[in-house]
């Protein structure tokens, strides 16, 4: 039941973005338009770094040295965030206001698997290799959510899953006695979402319940890392910082069932933001003969976004920590 109440948040959220609220809503519609677009860029760096995480590779801070090698990596992320609680909430029909929402503290996950191959093993020099080259492939899967009471509906248009791509570009190869260091760019993407949802409070003077319909909403990351990574007979070190650009949109109409005279109001519009964070995270892992476990934490810090009419408990833009876990093996 949590579970389906945070994805119904995260539908809520994305109903709006970026962009001049009263110049996409009439005044009847605005406080809903606001509303949600304050929500939604409260979530956004939330959902995102959790999809972009931190190394490409875990555990693999250098290039895999040339054809045939290989490794791949089933991870798992999750970022300490707060999830707004929008239960009773009710919208104006006077205009936007502004309404302290209470947020629930929690971890937002995302799982995927990603991909590596060596393309090119550089060129010696002395005890490494410099300028070596891997392909870099990503794998983001999301299950499509069970709707009940038939007060919610969810779609996933595209599939539940997306990849991504990118490339790794070795700047010190790993020997017994230099380290793994590396250059790497990768976009991933979200499956593309479509959500429906109504809100079931009561009409109370200029305060009226709404619904949402949001279509085609799609979130993308490019992010570039500078990793460095060790191994040490039964374990290794890893680490690397970068930067993280969130690149979302979708298009939404938006319902509010006010009483008479008002009537019902609607709203359409196509929108779309974006957020550059800078990310940094260090690692472990643990060597097995068959792969490895790595675990590794990190944080995201700065950019910016609109500021927000209505409030959280904290600013969209804050710092914000995570972890991932996975396995990784290869040749």
Known sequence: ??????????????????????????????????????????????????????????????????????????????????????????????????????????FVPMASIDGALGIYEG????????????????????PKPNSSGGETQFDLPGGSTKFGFGARVGLLQESLVVPGVSFSFIKRNLPTISVSGTSNVSASGTNAPGSFKLDDLTLKTTSWRLSASKTF?????????GHDSYDNSASVDVTVNAAAPVGTQRASAVFANKMT????????????????????????????????????????????????????TGF
């Open 233 to 241: 007979m039964i374990f290794g070190l890893e680490g690397g910082f």
């Open 123 to 142: 060129f010696n020099l002395g005890v490494t290799k410099v300028g070596g080259v891997d392909l870099l492939l990503s794998l983001t899967y999301l």
């Open 1 to 106: 039941m949590r579970t389906r109440h945070v994805l119904i948040v995260a539908g809520v959220a994305f109903v709006a973005l970026s962009g001049p609220v009263q110049a996409q809503c009439s005044t009847y519609t605005a406080d809903a338009c606001q509303k949600t677009k304050d929500i939604f860029n409260f979530l956004t760096p939330q959902i995102s770094t959790a999809l972009a995480g931190g190394s490409t590779t875990l555990g693999q801070g250098g290039v895999l040295g040339g054809f045939p090698h290989w490794a791949a990596a089933m991870r798992a992320s999750a970022v300490r965030g707060s999830i707004p609680t929008v239960d009773n909430v009710a919208f104006s029909t006077t205009g936007a206001h502004a309404t302290p929402f209470e947020g629930n503290a929690q």
């Open 277 to 328: 964070r800078t990310n940094i995270y260090a690692g472990v892992s643990l060597n097995f003969f068959i792969g490895k476990l790595v675990g590794e934490v990190g944080s995201v810090s700065g950019g910016s976004l609109p500021a927000a009419m209505n409030t959280f408990g904290s600013d969209a833009a804050a710092s914000r920590s995570y972890f991932s876990v996975g396995l990784r």
